[in-house]
Structures are given as structure tokens and as C-alpha cells.
């Protein structure tokens, strides 16, 4: 008998039919014998249309006001999944975030977890109970209603299943789990079985939509099995198969984990990029630059200095898509004439490609495959940009699933290692 | 400087734009110096929706879930009233039932109002915020989230007035005031300036919508000044004009009172009727009868037993039409034998139409006055029902109109007194 948390996305509880099919599938667990904690979203659309009509009366509304609006979508769905499991005769109690109590600090609209209680739902679990808590949200010191932010419901699960000590944590959505790149764009693409956290760190960072960062940073830090599947399966398959279905993410590099040297290729579209060019090089200009980009609130990606020549160097770096009309404003007006720099220069039409891998922290040779496999297709690499375990470029976006294929056929990703 | 609660039901807070409306009405209010609590509904259609969707799951949903879902509604109505009040320069704060809170009894979709706290909604107007408060939920005292049935919103604003001592309850609705009667129905109807209390009461459980009933009879409890107007006018009217209109729900027979002998017509259709014929006239038979439906949850209005003939006698009562076939099946299979009655008879095609008035105690034929204007239209009346304020018959359902009408007419509604 394990403790399991069961997460459920939007399109998972999308209507009535598909909260009735989550409910089979949790039943499953339940007379299994496994005590069980479930944390569905919102249904899909629903937390869009609620911010849309806020968006409505002010373009940017009160954040306070506007998390009170937006948490209520995960209690409708809450509300539904208990009386859809007490409709199949499985006690079931559900839980808005303050009930929990699940405590955040108070930056609305993207707070952070800072404690959940479990004494309520330990109490409830140990009569036998299913418990189905509110993803999204929390309360902070003084009572009021936060949110955790897009995709908050991922960190809730995982957040839920750390602080309950969860056997695992089962995040099911509308993929089967986590793929050597995009299957839209590779075909080829193999679901891996295994991932290290570290690699779903990356992927997830990358650009690679399964989970959100957040809910991967807490797995990792408390260290929660975590396993990624599909919630489109029969929600009465065999259990036995579906314990083993989807991609698990791992802490232990085993022995078969070894061999894989690349686990998979992620890549985004919504990256711009920008120059300085010809920037005078003194200490504190990398500051001076960005000083000004991070007060207006617009985050970086990856930053670019070269070795500079005849005393200026020219200083680039990658923003949001949607910041990237904000951020050559900041330059132009608060940053060009300060730093003495001869022009600001911008590309919107990029796109950022990367390898990532745990095995490449003991093969050499990987950026040198990469560098050749692009090169081989004549796409011209404008950026370039690495961590332990993962090398990233930016390239013109129209060549981008081209690089995708290409790189994904180089590293042999279509094999099972 | 008044301390005023506003309430403002589903139509006036249904879209975007009637919430901005009300908010330029509540800050009208409180740039003229009030202290400003305010309890909207949900948006129209909008509790109807989460029931149906639970509904849809369970024909009879567990009801604890079933508040926490039904009670979103009004969280996301109070979530974009602050938003549009802060977008108007206004502060505002919101709170759900629980964050008040708003105590209540545990019996879900009917709980009743046990207390409410009043330090922090005090603390935040001595601030000079406009606190809005969700209507139709509280929190039970084991922090389970409860409703109070539909309506409910309106019992909501007249507790949180009584509990902050508030000088008056505004309840902004889409009619402009409480009628003589229905102005669908007879075009002369008229709005009251003033009700007593005991009239509305009457109007309100003998059909007429304005009010739900149990914000009457808390008005009543606690002397809130209540007043209905319309939600409708022209939100930056007059301040002086709109604090006069409407109809004032008052707790004084004053001198202009005493003059209206009748206030008003009312009347519904809702019911149906149920007759034991024969039935042997012993003691304990009422109860024999009745307590079988009373054990069958079915609410039971009018009853009806005339002088026995012969040890026999015929034994009336009506109940809401939604229940009348159960309440004829309780009594064949569980009453009929027992008391020995000859027959159960139903008629389902029946409305029942009162004339309400405090100024009856002290005025003699105003039943005879009734009983005639009835008869010179040819209408038979089939069952009277009376209290120290109004007087209900039972007719046939096809004649009501003409019923509400001629009784108008008789009773000189049409003029102001």
C-alpha cells in the first residue's frame, strides 16, 4: 500500500465525460489499496476566460483581485472530481487551497510555496478517503488568496506529494510522457522511460512544455519520484501496466542512464535577440547594460560577450518574444548613449535549438557533432551557449525543424539505448 | 456619513460592463463620504451552469461538494467588482465568505447564518476601503465551505448590515421597488415608497420575487433598514434622488401607513392540491395524514379541514407543484388505508392569489370585499387560507390574471394613498 498523488491537467478534466473517466481511473488506484491524493487543474479554457473577463474591465488588473478570480476554475473542478468519485462510490473530500492549508508567500499571481499541513488530509486518508486539493493555489500569512502561475498546478502536485512523503507523484496529461524532441516535428521521436531530474530540468527550461520548471525544481530539491503519463489511456487499463507507463523522472544516474549520452533535443521560438554593438570594454558594462533591462522587469536568457577587439566588444542577448520591442526601447533610450555603444541591433526571427544530457558530462565530442551535423545542413550558427549538461544555439527560426531532424538522427535519439 | 451595505443580484453584475456600472454607482456612494460594503451575486446564469455541470455527473450531487462548486460564482463577482473599482480609482478589497468570515450551520445548500466577524471588514473601512464581500456562502465551523440556498445573496447583505450595525441595506435589483403587484399582469400596478416589514413578509412567501424571504425575516430580526431599487438607473444619478427611491422596508406603521388598508396583490402558481374525501373524523387524523409527507421532506402550505358531517369529513392541503406526485404516491401507499378515507383527489391546475395588508387588523370586510370582486367575476373559489395580514384563496389556474387584476382594481391599488 503506497501514498500516490495523481495530477490532472486542463484537457484532462475538460468536460464532464473526461472527469467521469478521471474518476474510474483514480477508483483503480483507490481499491488497489493505495491511499491517494489528487490534484486536478482547472478545466481547460476556464482560468483564460476568467482572466479575459478581468483583462476586460482593466488592462492590468489588481493582482490581489485578480488571483481570487483565477483560483476559482481548480475549486469548480475539485467539487466535481469529489462528487464524480461519491457518484462511483469512493469517499472523497475535497479541498480548497486555504483549507489545506497550502501556504504561499504573497506575490500574487506567482506565489511560492512556503509550507502545506497535512494533518487534515493525513486524518482523511487514514478513513479511507480520496483527498482532491486545489492545484494553482494557496493562502498567505494574513489569509489572502494566491496563485502559483502558469502551470502551477504541476508544483502543487509535487509540492502536495513532498510535504505528504508520497511514494510518487503521477502527473497525468495529454502526452504519454517525455519524448527525445517533439513528435510533431520528428517522427522518430522515442518516449524515454527514464530522465534524470537534472535533463528534465533542462528540457523543461528549453522550452519543452510537459512540466513546469517549478514543479521539476521541487522534485528535485525534495527529492519526489515523479512520472510522467498519459491520462488519454483507458482509465481502467491494467495497473501493473500503467505503474510503468510514461517517462519516470529519476535522481540515481544508473547503469543504463550511463550509456545514453544525449537524452533529447529541445528547442523555442519565443526568444528575441539583441546586440550592442561596438561597445567601449570597462569594468561594470555588462551591468550597466542589463541594469536597466532588469528594472523594467524584462527577463534575460542567454548572454553573449566576446573577447573584445581594439578596446570594444560587441554584447548580445536573447529576451521573451514579447518583451523584445520593451527591451530596444530600454536600450535606446536608457543604455545606448551611456555606454558609448556605436548601435542597438535586433532579430525576433530566431530560434534556439539545444542537445541535453547527463552522459555529456563524461563524452567529449558531443558540441563538436553538434557543430558539424548544422553545419552539414548550411545553418549558420549565431549564438552559442552551454551548462554541464546542455549546449544550446540560436539560429534563423526558419531553419529550426530542420536542426531539430538533423541533430536527432546525429545523436541516434531514434534508438532505444 | 452612513455606513451602507449595497447588494446587487446576477442581472446587474452579468457582464462586464453592468460590473462597471455598478462600481461607478458604489463609487459614487463613496466619494460622498459613506462607508461602502457591497455583496454582488454571481453572474447571471452562472450558479445554474456549475449545478448543471454537477447535475450532469450525479443526479443527486453530495451536497458539501456541491457548495464548494456552487459557491464560485460569487468569489469570481466580488474578484472583478474590486478590479473595476481599483481600475476607477476606488480602493477596494474582496473577500470570500470564509475570509470574512461569515459563519454558519454545516447544512449544506441551506445553511443558515450563525455569525459574522466584523473586526477585519471594520478595519479596512476606518481604512477608507470598499470591502466586497461574496453573497450566498459562509464557512461552518469546521471551515468546510457552505451556501444558503438560492437567493441567498440577498440574506448575505441584510446579515452583514445587522452584523456592522449598518444605517441601511441597499438591494439593487432589476425592478425599481416592491409593486401593488405585478406590473406584467395589471398595467396600474404601482411601487410602494414604503412596505412594513410584516407585508413584505407575506408578499415574499406568498410568490412575490423581490426578496428571498429569509433576508426579510432577518431584517426583520435585527431592524435592518432594508431598501429595493433599481439597479437599472443611470449609475451617476443623483445621490440625494436615488437614496429616496425605490421602496423602504420599514418597522413603524406610521401615520401615512395606517390609511393603506391593502398594500398589495400576490400570487403564484406553484402549488397543487391535494384532498382526502371522507375521511373519519377522530383525533390524531391531521396527523395520521401529514406526517407521512412531512417524513417524505415535502413542505406542505395551505391546509384546509372543514366542520365533519355525519363523523366524516373532506381534509385539503397543497404542496409546491415539483412535488405533488410524490406526495400523492406517499399518501396511497401509506395514509389512504390507515385513516380509512374514501379517495385521494389532486389538482395541480390551481394558483392561489392573497391580498396583503397591515391596515386589515384594524379594518373590518376586507375579506367580503375580496369574496365578492371574485364571485361578480364568476370565479369559485376553492380553498380560503387567512393570517392577521392577508388573505389567500385557491382558484382555478386559467382565471388568476383576471383574479390580480379585478382584486387591483377593487381595492383602489392603482392610487397613491
Known amino acids: 500500500m503506497a ?7 486542463g484537457t484532462s478534466m475538460g468536460s464532464v465525460e473526461r472527469i467521469k473517466h478521471v474518476a474510474t481511473r483514480v477508483a483503480k488506484w483507490h481499491r ?26 482593466h488592462a492590468l488588473p489588481d493582482p490581489r483581485e485578480l488571483d481570487m478570480l483565477a483560483c476559482t476554475g481548480e475549486q469548480v473542478s475539485v467539487g466535481l472530481l469529489a462528487i464524480a468519485l461519491k457518484a462511483i462510490g469512493v469517499d472523497a473530500v475535497s479541498y480548497a487551497g486555504w483549507q489545506v492549508p497550502i501556504r504561499t508567500d504573497d506575490a500574487y499571481t506567482k506565489a511560492r510555496i512556503t509550507g502545506i499541513d497535512t494533518d487534515k488530509v493525513n486524518a482523511d486518508l487514514d478513513e479511507g478517503r480520496v483527498v482532491v486539493i486545489t492545484g494553482f493555489q494557496g493562502v498567505d500569512s494574513r489569509g489572502n488568496v494566491t496563485t502559483l502561475g502558469r502551470g502551477g498546478s504541476d508544483t502543487s502536485a509535487v509540492a502536495v506529494a513532498a510535504a ?3 511514494d510518487e507523484c503521477l502527473i497525468y496529461t495529454d502526452v504519454d510522457g517525455v519524448y527525445t524532441t517533439d513528435p510533431r516535428i520528428v517522427t522518430e521521436a522515442r518516449r524515454l522511460d527514464r530522465i534524470t531530474f537534472e535533463e528534465m530540468l533542462e528540457m523543461a527550461s528549453l522550452g519543452s512544455k510537459v512540466l513546469q520548471i517549478r514543479s521539476v525544481e521541487f522534485a528535485g530539491k525534495y527529492q519526489v519520484k515523479t512520472r510522467v503519463l498519459s491520462s488519454l489511456s483507458p482509465p481502467d487499463m491494467d495497473l501493473a501496466e500503467e505503474t510503468q507507463s510514461g517517462t519516470l523522472i529519476t535522481f540515481e544516474e544508473d547503469e543504463a542512464m550511463e550509456q545514453a549520452v544525449i537524452s533529447g533535443i529541445a528547442f523555442n521560438r519565443d526568444e528575441a535577440k539583441i546586440t550592442l554593438t561596438r561597445v567601449p570594454d570597462r569594468p ?12 523594467a522587469n524584462i527577463d534575460v536568457d542567454m548572454i553573449i560577450q566576446n573577447q573584445s577587439q581594439d578596446g570594444s566588444t560587441d554584447f548580445s542577448f536573447t529576451v521573451h518574444r514579447n518583451e523584445y520591442d520593451r527591451a530596444l526601447a530600454v536600450l535606446r533610450e536608457r543604455v545606448l548613449a551611456d555606454v558609448h555603444a556605436k548601435d542597438v541591433l535586433g532579430d525576433s526571427k530566431i530560434a534556439k535549438v539545444s542537445v541535453v544530457g547527463i552522459g555529456m558530462r563524461s563524452h567529449v565530442g558531443i558540441a563538436s557533432l553538434m557543430f558539424k551535423t548544422l553545419s552539414a545542413e548550411g545553418i549558420n550558427i549565431q549564438m552559442i551557449s552551454t551548462s554541464e549538461i546542455k549546449i544550446s ?8 525543424e530542420l536542426a531539430v531532424r538533423a541533430l536527432h538522427k546525429a545523436f541516434g535519439l531514434e534508438q532505444a539505448v
Open 3 to 9: 501514498l500516490i498523488v495523481h495530477k490532472y491537467g
Open 32 to 57: 488497489a489499496g493505495h491511499r491517494l491524493v489528487v490534484v486536478p487543474s482547472a478545466m481547460s479554457g476556464e482560468t483564460n476566460r476568467l482572466i479575459g473577463l478581468a483583462r476586460e474591465i
Open 164 to 166: 505528504l512523503k508520497a
Open 284 to 295: 561594470g558594462v555588462a551591468y550597466a547594460i542589463l541594469g536597466p533591462v532588469a528594472d
Open 393 to 400: 544555439v540560436v539560429i534563423e527560426d526558419k531553419y529550426m
